[in-house]
């Protein structure tokens, strides 16, 4: 990772090492998992962003892309392209993604079977987290001339622009999103990827240690529930923040 940019100062330079470690974490899951071939962007793409440092995921942007060919039979039959735009969380001690795409191809082609996508402040009516199913259906065009004119459907409709993969479908808001390692299981249990031997347990681990982050997350969002829960299983919670929940988070889409 880049050390020659004129960082604005030491919390910037924080956040650079966090994220290489967060790459490394990643680069580990899928080295141990199948197969591939693996290009990590280097160096990766840092950006300013337009609000002061002292802001909720204020700084620096860092971006970082992964392209990951897969094998069948050792033979390279799949592409995943990974994007990630990382900042620092809330409260500055957890790298935070901003925005990320997992894309899967086959090899050789630059149409995506499929792609997920989530944007931590979505714009317009798109979901934060959504995916988009890019198969040629006849049937799902003749559906969608038959769309209504409220939101994205009467857009749609307006542009002429009746292809499936037009369509988001919601995927459990910023905190139940998908991870990575569900791609990757995805292909080796559907497409026959070629797997590492400890690919089961890598996978585990990895959506393990993803899931309780997604849940640190999502019990910061609802302070409320979490201490009732522990309640219930006989631990002793006593007082807590007011408000004690997050509802532009709960709700979101």
């Not at 086959?106 to 996508?117: A, V």
């Not at 003749?142 to 307006?158: E, H, S, V």
Request: proline share 6%; hydrophobic share 35%.
């Amino acid at each position: 990772m880049r050390t020659d940019l004129n960082y604005p100062d030491e919390d910037t330079r924080s956040l650079v090492i966090a994220v290489e470690d967060f790459v490394k974490e990643i680069v580990a899951t899928i080295d141990n998992s199948i197969v591939c071939d693996l290009v990590v962007s280097d160096p990766p793409v840092v950006t300013p962003r337009k609000v002061t440092a002292s802001k909720p995921q204020g700084g620096f942007k860092i971006g970082v892309r992964m392209t990951i060919s897969a094998m069948v039979y050792g033979a390279p039959t799949y592409r995943v392209e990974a994007d990630y735009v990382l900042v620092w969380n809330r409260t500055r001690k957890f790298v935070a993604v901003f925005s990320s795409t997992f894309a899967l191809l086959i090899e050789g082609s630059n149409e995506p079977l499929f792609h997920y996508d989530y944007v931590l402040e979505p714009q317009g009516k798109n979901p934060g987290a959504h995916l988009n199913i890019h198969h040629d259906r006849e049937d799902v065009r003749q559906a969608l001339a038959k769309g209504g004119d409220r939101y994205r459907a009467k857009a749609r409709n307006r542009s002429g622009t009746l292809r499936d993969s037009e369509l988001h479908y919601p995927l459990g808001g910023p905190r139940f999103r998908p991870c990575l390692e569900d791609i990757i299981q995805f292909m080796i249990y559907e497409l026959g990827v070629d797997p590492k031997e400890q690919w089961h347990r890598t996978l585990s681990d990895g959506r393990t240690r993803w899931r309780d982050r997604q849940l640190r997350a999502a019990v910061a969002d609802n302070l409320h529930v979490a201490a009732q829960v522990l309640r219930d299983h006989d631990f002793e919670v006593l007082g807590g923040p007011k408000p004690d929940r997050n509802d532009v988070r709960i709700t979101e889409l």
